[in-house]
């Protein structure tokens, strides 16, 4: 039996939130497009929220643009290693995969996990294994790195050599986020104003600059030891100089209604630049990086893992829309509560059951796109 068509099919997917340069705008926005073209056919066509989001992320997965399948950063020992998370809030099954190095596609052996599987999670070579047995092609690591970021994993650790610390979410000083005394007691109004996107979404032309006029890389630090920029491309020591094209984070992901009324989301992700090999970030732990419940709201996140995961942040902003708040609130809500509570930086997708839908982010800028019936909408900035 099929459930009539009763909902606007609505599709979401994001591209990362960081420090997107100029450069690579382009790339990104034509990413996030293909991204939603494909995943959206599958919804116009009467297709499930679940096939939409895979379509979607699989499409940034094998588009070396984003930090996600081939392409993804290197661990500090110079391998890919893949996390992939999926969940269907019609049925509350999900499947997530972590630590692979030998699949293109991470979450399509999610989708393995969650369809075929008692289990929820495989990690590492189990993971591939699995996938494997139900005919997925293991490939060599090698064929997932690009030389690109072999340099880019090379300056890495050239500027941790040299004592610098990485701020490509953060852009100011970077608390330990192990550390009792994290939570944020500055301005979060004043110092990262958020704003929130609502359907009304402005379309192409977005600029790169959230906040003209207060440049990412002016804030100073007041640290021995971090780096401080006053203009961009300020001249500094080779590796010193922190680089938003060799220090990116992409991670994607999407989210999906479709016309039966189901809600799915998707996220995938090659972690963190440098991360030590078996390391896992929030965006295939259920609930951190990536949930979804008919009930409450599907939503995907990107951003320095850490302090969202111990949020348990994803099921945090959907629950708040299950308890009544509007999406695109709930993911300012979310947004602020991870800067003030662990001074954590990133970008948040939020789509509720009736279609209403919510992204912020407190980096400089998040990829992301919006597919209704009555358009595409692209996007750098909200
Ligand atoms: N959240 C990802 C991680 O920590 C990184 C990202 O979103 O860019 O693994």
Redesign the pocket.
């Known amino acids: 039996m099929t459930a009539p068509a009763t909902h606007d099919p609505t599709l979401l997917v994001h591209g990362?939130?960081?420090a997107i340069p100029a450069e690579a705008a382009a790339a990104h926005r034509q990413g996030v497009r293909e991204a939603l073209e494909t995943g959206y056919k599958v919804l116009a066509l009467g297709g499930s929220a679940l096939d939409a989001v895979e379509a979607a992320v699989t499409v940034l997965e094998d588009d070396p643009t984003f930090?996600a399948g081939r392409g993804s950063f290197l661990t500090s020992d110079g391998r890919v290693q893949l996390?992939a998370l999926l969940m269907d809030g019609g049925r509350m099954k999900a499947g997530g995969v972590a630590c692979v190095e030998r699949l293109r596609n991470p979450i399509q052996a999610a989708r393995l996990v969650l369809e075929q599987s008692p289990h929820v999670y495989f990690v590492g070579a189990g993971a591939e294994q699995f996938a494997a047995a139900h005919g997925m092609i293991l490939i060599d690591n090698a064929e997932l790195v690009l030389p690109r970021e072999r340099e880019r994993l090379a300056h890495a650790q050239a500027r941790q050599a040299a004592g610098f610390r990485d701020e490509?979410?953060s852009g100011e000083i970077l608390l330990d986020d192990k550390d009792p005394e994290t939570e944020f007691k500055g301005n979060l109004d004043s110092d990262f104003p958020i704003t929130t996107q609502q359907a009304s979404a402005p379309d192409e032309g977005n600029s790169t600059e959230p906040n003209p006029g207060k440049h990412w890389w002016q804030k100073k630090s007041a640290q021995p030891g971090w780096d401080t920029y006053d203009t961009p491309g300020a001249p500094g020591p080779d590796f010193g100089t922190w680089d938003p094209t060799k220090d990116s984070?992409?991670?994607v992901g999407a989210v999906a209604l479709d016309a039966r009324g189901n809600l799915a989301a998707a996220?995938s992700?090659?972690?963190?630049l440098n991360?030590t090999p078996g390391?896992?970030?929030?965006?295939s732990l259920i609930g951190c990086?990536c949930y979804a419940d008919n009930l409450a709201a599907a939503v995907s996140?990107?951003?320095?893992?850490?302090p969202?995961?111990k949020l348990v942040l994803g099921k945090w902003a959907t629950d708040r829309v299950a308890a009544g708040s509007a999406p695109e609130i709930a993911a300012r809500e979310a947004i602020s509560y991870l800067y003030n509570r662990l001074g954590g930086h990133?970008?948040i997708i939020l789509l509720g059951p009736d279609g209403r839908f919510g992204l912020a982010h407190n980096t400089p800028a998040m990829a992301w796109g919006v597919a209704t019936p009555s358009g595409l909408q692209t996007g750098l900035t909200v």
Do not use: N, Q
């Open positions: 990362g939130a960081w930090d996390d490509t979410f984070h992409d991670t996220t992700t090659g972690g963190t991360k390391r896992v970030g929030d965006s990086g996140l990107t951003g320095w893992g850490e969202i995961m990133g970008g």
